[in-house]
């Protein structure tokens, strides 16, 4: 765990802008990897950041610095499923400072980085290690962990939006549409 801060932030010309700020204890979870990979306009991340704070922690970081970090972390994403030796190589290259250690018999990767982007690739990292698989829902778009292989949506709420989009389909007559928001 690292002490992190998180608040009150803004957009002005590409600049995002922390303000007021509380601290609190950032762990490298599940949670804030989703929530980071979600995050594609500036004003999710002002939702992101009232939640988990700016990515290296600086005061004001770029829009653009976020769309590219966010993009290299979908990447890996996909390296994880379909090229692990990539992966390892993704993971290497950003987490140039994380270690292992065993903890109640299993290996755990800690953070030394000190950063919320490190945060979230140690969370990546851990998830690869426990052998959770990723998916990307049909619906939303957001990452989870597939817990069944033939699991498509991240919660209910997808799952149900996307039925009722079928059944609408299907009474009006046409061809359902892809509603597959992946890149
Ligand atoms: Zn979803």
Request: glycine fraction near 10%.
């Amino acid at each position: 765990m690292i002490t992190w801060q998180r608040g009150l932030a803004d957009v002005h010309r590409g600049i995002i802008r922390l303000g007021r700020t509380t601290t609190y204890e950032l762990e490298a979870s599940a949670d804030l990897l989703f929530a980071l990979l979600a995050v594609h306009t500036p004003h999710q991340a002002i939702k992101f950041i009232a939640r988990w704070g700016l990515l290296h922690g600086e005061g004001a970081e770029a829009w653009s610095g976020w769309e590219a970090d966010i993009a290299y972390l979908w990447e890996a994403c996909r390296l994880l499923r379909q090229d692990p030796a990539a992966f390892c190589a993704a993971i290497n290259e950003r987490l140039p400072e994380h270690q292992y250690r065993p903890e109640n018999g299993h290996l755990v990767a800690s953070i030394t980085a000190g950063s919320l982007l490190g945060a979230a690739y140690l969370a990546l990292l851990n998830l690869s290690l426990s052998g959770a698989r990723l998916g990307t829902c049909d619906d939303c778009g957001n990452h989870f962990i597939v817990e069944d292989p033939r699991q498509r949506y991240c919660n209910r709420l997808c799952g149900g939006n996307a039925r009722m989009q079928r059944w609408l389909d299907r009474h009006r007559g046409t061809p359902p549409l892809d509603s597959g928001r992946k890149s």
